[in-house]
DNA sequence: CCTTTAGTCAGGGGTATCGT
DNA sequence: ACGATACCCCTGACTAAAGG
């Protein structure tokens, strides 16, 4: 709102600042001589990596998952063992591209799945773990800065990229004067540190050992102090743009503000975890730390001089000031007392990201700043704020939350919640969470991501955010069940309808699961009117106690069966395309066979939506109809995989007709297309064979159809069932 | 009944690709 | 060069089934 929102006038006062500490600092750098060489070239990066001495090696080995520096500029990096040096030396090279593809294949990795790997001897590997020993790693103290000498895992330069003064990119090992430069980096931050610290120009607070990603740097490296994830030459970068931007700001909030900010990309884009990476089209480069939402040390990783930070410095687009009262405030969203027409929350879910213990990366480099401009700070009550976890408490504060925020919003007034995840039962649970809180859910929404063109929806696509509008819940309905089914079957027919209606022909615009949240939605709509049902509460219901003890299984609530209904309702009322007369015919098993061949050949292989699917039908033993398999790498059997597997057996499934056609189509099959032994298999173990021949024509015809170009799996068994059906079409007896 | 083994899966690490 | 996103594969935590 201030920054973004504070127009031309903020903006340029915030350049200005910023740009004269960047150049304050830059000055400094150049006078110390950090970033260039004797010959006049400019540092663009710098790439350290791990090394460590197993007890029965005689020379460090360096670490790194590749040692490809640069696919476009085909660089890599070769070891030498010089003889009675228990250090390698790096020989960067640029290699052919015949060369590139032999690297790319060998890769001479020397860490290959927590493994050391011998760069001399592939045959010879210590596990990391092992390395560390039972008792762990020394933990670094604050003040420590780079490994100590006895310490197990070594810190090295390897590589640098040079501009040299014609304007060329080379990649070269670095030499004597290159190691002075580090020398001197790390003397000129010792200097200092005790000094910075002091001021909150670089990082005290310690890592919380505790934490679900804090604690992973701390076993896998020593690391204790926010700090120890910089190097000494990121330290002393950052630690002088610190000292220039957050010195002598006379109290300045929005000054105050972007210098952190600032601080903070700068501590995103240059840590120990900017990992490098290569790319065959494009200039390999260092990445940020957050690139994905964790902590993860790196054995090997890259640092910036200053002159490549200019880039990450914020900056915002000052077209569009924000005129309006605004307040920014921290605290706990069930003591909210402000009055609000419309409330948009983002709420977090269980334990998806950890929000909380990854902003301390950023707090850190805050330090008491904050406090000092923002003087309503809570910066150590996050951890405690954060809701979090699963289960009761974690409902519990959301019902809190949630109330909380209806009471403080007129009758008239509006929510909009934005959820993103992917296992609709957990929305199912937010749902019933905002019931509880008093609110009716209007409408949803579930926003499509973009897939690629042309393709076929694949993988984890179902990324779109849902958002649930919703209203007061002012009147007080009382319903009960058995007149609410029927209302939720109307209410999701009616929304799979108008969904259809968008979803014509060949590109379908809704994914199964986009169904399913749909059916949800529709369910929600219809139950959120209700006050109380069969003359229950639902936050009731929320919380009732679940059985404990082993074996024991939660009974729904019926709440979550009227859900449960809904989704049932959508499954029944999604019929596959051509199996329209055949369907009404059709068992459970039978329909969610077909139902998930239908969802497969649009190239579903998450299990979990199979067994979504499952469920859906009402079906127990999904596990005989999938094909081993991966998590998302389940697959629908096809006939041949069936083959006779529990024929006529046991399963649910195992006696079906539809089980006897599939074998029929597998004979088939087998019996080099010849329908003849197919056809006699039916006829003589379907009760009516006459009677369901044109339905399990039906099938067939829907099955042959199911061969697509790419996969090859079903190409015979469709050719099976096409030729079956011929046959039992023309089968007069 | 306990122990071992195999299966399951969410999430993360690493990488590729694409758009701007 | 950066940001976004998708994918493959691995890991750790967990659990069900099999084995003793």
Redesign the pocket.
Known sequence: MNLVGGGRDVRNRVRAAQSAAFRAAEAQIEDWGLEQNEQGWRAEAFLYCVEVKPPDCDYYIPLA??WLVD?YLRTVVIWRHDEGIDRLRPDVVEISAAELREFKNTKGATLV??RVIDPFDPNRSWSVESLRGPDGLRLWETDEVVPRKDDLFQERLYCIRWMDTEGNRLYRSPNSCDFEREAKALRLLNERIANWRMKGFIPSAPIPLDGDKTSEPVRTRGWTCWSHLFNPRQLLTHGLVASQSLSNLHQDRVLAAAAMLNLGRLADWNSRLS?W???????A?GK?TF????L?P??NYSARPLS?MA??QIDFDSERPIRAASAVEIGDARDVNRECDLWITDPPYA???QYHELGDFFLAWYGKHIRGAFSDWLPDARGQLAVRGEGEDFKKSMVEIYSNLARHMPDDGMQLVMFTHQ?PAVWADLGMILWAAGLRVTAAWTVA????VGGIK????V?GTVLLVMRKRVEEKHGFLDEVYPEVEDEVKRQIDSMRALDDGAEPNFGDTDYQLAAYAAALRVLTGYQTLDGQDVSHELFRAKPTGRGAVAEKSRFERVIDRGIQIACDYLIPRGLEAAWPSLSADERLYLRALDVESRGER???VF?ELARGFGVREL?PLLQ?G???Q?RVRTPSEFGRRDLGGGGAFASTPLRHLLFAVHATVADEGKPEVGRNYLKELLPDYWGDRTRLTAILDWLASLAHGDDDRWTADAEGARLLAGRLRTDHG
């Open positions: 998952p590749s696919e799945d927590g990992c990476l290569s790319s065959p089209t494009q200039i480069g940020n690139l994905n939402q964790a993860n790196l054995y490549m880039s990450a334990d998806a990201v296992n991501t973009e897939t690629p694949k993988g984890n696509y990324q998450r299990q979990g067994q596990m081993g991966r998590a998302n389940s």
